[in-house]
């Protein structure tokens, strides 16, 4: 076996262990407990495939080239269960995921059942049909600036959408604002509230830009660690050719995921899959630190 086939292989089963003792409660790494650090190996949102397709032209254009390109590319993840993490044989983990991480897919963590029932919601919202009547007005004002990107290009699109849904909502914790935390709300339900923590922002800036003309499987709710404000945080991530554009709403102003340093991605969600994210510290090397996955709720403050 030549000696970047061998490396290649230590690379891929050092990402499966790290994915094993990733979910069992009991791991350690480096002789330390799990729990002790909030390290930069962490999961769930993120593309395993390569790049789409550039998007800069009209809604139907940037549709077309996405979905044919994700067709036409197969999924490069290491499916990890936590009852038996096993690599895929016709698969290796993907080293250029959202925020520069390697990601690989998981079949089950607490979040993606949350996912899995909001999505629903997701992928049928329309906004010009308002079915609420306590979301109309804020659902006509949302319809407007989707029907204001039409003509404008995708990164102009991309930031319409980000600044007119961080205005249109207010912050507020799961906690205060549904008495319970950790909740995924629709989009109906966030425009009815007019407010909602980090998620929800990312949910409703992706069911806008799905309605605009993005395909759903190019965007992922990306659940992160933010280093410099040590809290956990949620971002919408949407996948092109030139790299993934975070809409964030702690800014109006979209950016590519290299100009923040400071977010470091434990898991993401999209479609019907869901990613855990390890980050390379240099060659074929991972994160020496986990993060347990039951005690990530974005949006509900400071680590402790």
Known sequence: MGKKNWACCRTAW?????AASLLS???TWAGQPSAAYLGTLQHMIGFDSPAIAAA???ADTFRNKTTETLKARPQQVAVVTPASPRLNAASQPNSVAVFQSVAFRVSSIPAARKWKAVF??????DFARCKQASSCGA???LQTSIEDTVSLG????LNGINRAVNRLVRYEPDAQNYGSKDYWASPNEILARGKGDCEDYAILKMAALKQAGLPPQAMSIVVLRDVRRNLYH????VMTSQGYFILDNLSDDVKLDRALPAYQPLFSVSLDRAWIHGIKTGGDKLASAVSPLLDVMPGEGALR
Do not use: D, E, R
């Not at 050092?14 to 790290?18: D, E, G, P, Q, R």
């Open 139 to 141: 659902a006509g004002i």
């Open 234 to 237: 949620a971002v919408l991530s």
């Open 120 to 125: 629903p919601s997701i992928a049928s919202s």
């Open 154 to 157: 995708f990164y102009q699109k």
């Open 14 to 18: 050092k990402v499966v262990a790290l």
């Open 25 to 27: 409660p009991s791991a």
């Open 56 to 58: 800069m032209g009209n």
